[in-house]
């Protein structure tokens, strides 16, 4: 009998190795994949994670799908008041009823049968039974927390740093109008003039001064802190050497760290824990300031109101056949481009040398015409420029085509029709096209390896965006010539 011949493990689509194949150039110099890209149809660029502004838009549960205000949240230390979390394994824990016998009211010598609530876990099996909490009459919660032991403390020193900072930001409003002829209206942004005029118009009386507003900005009293003696101090429990050990009963480190105000021991005091919150982000361009992505208001929502993902609006490209790969032999290499907008468009490469040489004229034109904010047209453009990814990446030469291959815009109905694919007039280069189908297009290169190693090609592509955007306001078709770096992974030899 032949022996089994392992079968070699499928890749997830989602896994890092496969999405690092084909790699587009962000314009701050990094690599990403193009899923996790965005393009600006202002500023007419592509963006990725750090190009791009976040803003928090709302924040929820995501066990019991409520919204939750920001200053609510932040009161609540961004966590959940009626969801927990397993302290055990971190698990959502589950609230269960039962009946409990107990005394009746109207008559003691009588039980009478009482609806109790504990929490459990689905996963683990842990209860808030086997610490020790109390059952609930309410399902909605009352569980009881577990103290902390500094938290008087805590709170005296955010009130304390709070004074401080209030004096601070005092002085430094005083040295800014020092030796300045104030106007009216700074008089009364800065002493509030206009409330006081307008209570005294409407006949209300003055208003009074809270306890410690007469000396705004006081530190408030704090004893300092008393060291301790860390010799003195009785770091292990005396059981630990005296009696047998159950590791069963002892918490591990990461228990112990989701709880840091009490960093539990034992398992028997461990609290159950409440859920943290998540967040719904808006991301903005750093340039122009416009929305790239705006997710809906919903919780239970998994659509967008803006997304300007770069996989709607940039040629798709992904690595469709390779040939094998030799030093110094060339290779077939096929490539599949799809193009995601619903207009046609022409595609042409470019080396990375005649690329950099357009980027730069067109960087020239850039510092005439500076993109203007669309929150407030003051405020610079504040985009970093990261250190570029792509020196020295490519390993491998690319035999690029001089000829130009057009792509029919995206047509969900396409794959229904017997008909071939309409060109718009434009003649396929037979030795560059392989197949066509739909808005897709197979392309046929060649690569030449030239040293022993991981095989990376890198190019250019230029094709024509249209602006579907600024088309509704002037009635007019806006293109642009859109000009991006691909560098593709072919594996090693």
């Known amino acids: 009998m032949a022996p089994l011949v392992p079968t070699p493990p499928v890749s997830s689509p989602f896994d890092n190795s496969v999405l690092n194949l084909v790699r587009y150039k962000c314009s701050c110099g990094s690599l990403k994949p193009i899923?996790?890209?965005?393009?600006?149809?202002?500023?007419?660029?592509?963006?990725?994670?750090?190009?791009?502004?976040?803003?928090?838009?709302?924040?929820?549960?995501?066990?019991?799908?409520?919204?939750?205000?920001?200053?609510?949240?932040?009161?609540?230390?961004?966590?959940?008041?009626?969801?927990?979390?397993?302290?055990?394994?971190?698990?959502t824990l589950s609230t269960r009823a039962t009946s409990m016998?107990?005394?009746?009211?109207?008559?003691?010598?009588?039980?009478?049968?009482?609806k109790v609530y504990y929490l459990a876990c689905a996963f683990c099996r842990w209860t808030s039974r086997d610490i020790g909490l109390p059952d609930q009459t309410v399902a909605s919660g009352g569980w009881p927390e577990q103290d902390n032991s500094a938290s008087e403390r805590i709170s005296a020193l955010q009130e304390h740093y709070r004074a401080i900072a209030q004096r601070e930001k005092i002085e430094k409003e005083s040295r800014r109008f020092l030796g300045r002829k104030l106007s009216y209206l700074q008089l009364s942004d800065?002493?509030?003039?206009?409330?006081?005029?307008?209570?005294?118009?409407?006949?209300?009386?003055p208003l009074s001064l809270g306890p410690g507003r007469?000396?705004?900005?006081?530190?408030?009293?704090?004893?300092?802190?008393?060291a301790t003696d860390l010799d003195l101090d009785q770091d292990l429990p005396?059981?630990?050497?005296?009696?047998?050990?159950d590791l069963c009963s002892v918490t591990q480190l990461p228990q112990r760290l989701a709880q840091l105000e009490v960093q539990p021991t034992t398992i028997s005091t461990i609290f159950p824990r409440h859920k943290h919150l998540m967040i719904k982000r808006s991301q903005r361009c750093r340039r122009c300031e416009h929305?790239?992505?705006?997710?809906?208001?919903?919780?239970?929502?998994?659509?967008?109101?803006?997304?300007?993902?770069?996989?709607?609006?940039?040629?798709?490209?992904?690595?469709?056949?390779?040939?094998?790969?030799?030093?110094?032999?060339?290779?077939?290499?096929?490539?599949?481009?799809?193009n995601p907008t619903n207009t046609g468009t022409t595609l042409e490469f470019l080396s990375l040398s005649k690329l950099r040489e357009l980027k730069d004229a067109d960087k020239e034109q850039e510092k005439e015409e500076k993109p203007v904010s669309a929150i407030n047209p003051l405020r610079q453009p504040s985009i970093v420029?990261?250190?570029?990814?792509?020196?020295?990446?490519?390993?491998?030469?690319?035999?690029?085509?001089?000829?130009?291959?057009?792509?029919?815009?995206?047509?969900?109905?396409?794959?229904?029709?017997?008909?071939?694919?309409?060109?718009?007039?434009?003649?396929?280069?037979?030795?560059?096209?392989?197949?066509r189908k739909s808005n897709k297009v197979g392309l046929r290169l060649e690569v030449t390896p030239t040293m022993v190693g991981e095989q990376v090609v890198g190019f250019g592509i230029q094709y024509h965006y249209t602006n579907t955007v600024f088309a509704l306001d002037s009635?007019?078709?806006?293109t642009a010539t859109m000009r991006i770096p691909v560098f593709l992974s072919l594996g090693s030899i």
């Open 35 to 91: 899923c996790r890209l965005y393009f600006c149809r202002h500023c007419l660029d592509i963006r990725c994670g750090f190009c791009v502004s976040h803003e928090v838009d709302s924040h929820y549960c995501p066990n019991c799908m409520e919204n939750m205000p920001s200053a609510e949240a932040r009161l609540k230390k961004n966590r959940c008041a009626n969801c927990f979390d397993c302290p055990h394994c971190s698990h």
């Open 101 to 114: 016998a107990s005394p009746s009211p109207e008559d003691p010598t009588k039980m009478v049968a009482k």
């Open 190 to 205: 800065k002493y509030g003039l206009t409330t006081v005029v307008a209570r005294k118009r409407a006949g209300l009386p």
């Open 214 to 226: 007469e000396e705004l900005g006081r530190p408030v009293e704090i004893s300092p802190a008393e």
């Open 238 to 245: 005396i059981e630990l050497l005296t009696e047998p050990l």
């Open 291 to 338: 929305n790239l992505s705006k997710p809906e208001y919903n919780p239970t929502s998994i659509k967008f109101k803006i997304q300007l993902a770069a996989y709607y609006h940039v040629p798709d490209i992904v690595i469709y056949r390779i040939g094998e790969l030799v030093p110094g032999k060339v290779a077939q290499l096929v490539i599949k481009v799809t």
């Open 385 to 435: 420029t990261a250190v570029d990814q792509s020196v020295g990446l490519a390993t491998a030469q690319i035999a690029l085509p001089p000829s130009k291959v057009y792509l029919p815009p995206r047509d969900d109905a396409a794959e229904f029709d017997d008909g071939g694919v309409d060109l718009a007039g434009h003649t396929d280069d037979r030795e560059l096209v392989v197949w």
């Open 475 to 478: 009635k007019e078709v806006h």
